[in-house]
């Protein structure tokens, strides 16, 4: 006799689901999926973009905390049309903002950031934001830039070099004037009037200083004083020659110092700029001794401080520093020299690029990205 078995449902019979139900299960998972991406896509689209930058004024401005200036401003704008929100991550130079981008810490960089053909190598740029280029600061005013011959002259006079080379002569002297004083004072015709210590040494450093410079006046008695007297006559022609040479190298580096009027007359001097810029590159391909610095502000003291000959830097930024904290104890001079655009740093294959260049075409296609410019850098 069988039992008579319990009544079950179809899904403790098959352990699956009866179709209806089924389909409504995967509908619900689906549509948990696509909002979950949705979400997930809107939460990306609205993350903050974190902007890398430093300062350059007047590109880059800082104020009380705050951020301004030109490309601070034309992001601000691109930021507000492409309806995203920025977090700026300030850097030192502009090797950081670079490898902050390349190692994904920024989104994008931007700042007076220049385009060339090695950083397009290794990342995205934008559409130029603004052309630049190169050009050299000195100190001063044009008005008293004219070359003063007699303070050239002094200079040289009090240089570093003539007074060691006088030390040297001084010193030497001593060794033959002792000499002289000790054997020549007991010689009845010697040329040492007195056996007195003072002023016995000065008669003989007299004589010891003159046939150094010259030729000797007078010449000693004692066959010892004579051996002397030949052997110092010697050494003084060496050391005339010496002198000599020495005297025509700092002549010579000091009409080679003479007024920076360009890029041409950088040679030989000692010329400012930003760590990694381009201006270092630059710089480094002439016969310069290039000094590089973080900030644009140190930069400026430099030469200010007298520190460096010149500075080479980005055109806008050495413009807008003789209009305005630099006016009157710096100019430019010579024409902008090497041609360059500042672009928006993107890494490699970044999506953002498509969608910045349009908000950049679209700002320059109205008038904000004029607006902005003429606020920066008067009309053009
Ligand atoms: N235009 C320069 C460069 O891209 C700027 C350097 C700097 O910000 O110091 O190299």
Redesign the pocket.
Known sequence: MTRPQPATSSRARTGRLPWPVAAKVTRGLVLALLICVTWSTAQAETARLRVAT?V?PPMVVEKNGTLGGFSIELWNSIGKRLNRETEYVVLP??RE?LDAVASGRADLAI????I?SEREDRFDFSQPIMN?GLQVLVRGNAVNVAANPLRELMQLFFSRTLLIWLGVALLLILVPAHLMFLVERTHHSGIIPTRKYFPGIFHAMFWAAGTLATQADQMPRHWMARIVAVLWMFTGVVFVAFYTAQLTASLTVQQIKGPINGPQDLVGKTVG????????AYLNELKTEVREYEK?DDLYHALLDQQVDAVV??SPALLYFTTHDGRGLARTVGEVFHK?D?GIVFPMGSPLRKQVNEALLGLREGDTYQRIYEEWFGKR
């Not at 700042?111 to 220049?114: L, N, T």
């Not at 700029?273 to 270092?280: I, M, Q, V």
Request: proline content about 0%; overall charge negative.
């Open positions: 430093r350059v130079d502009v903002l700042a007076a950031i220049s060339t630049s700029t930003t760590r990694g810029s381009t201006a270092t644009v830097f980005d360059e500042y």
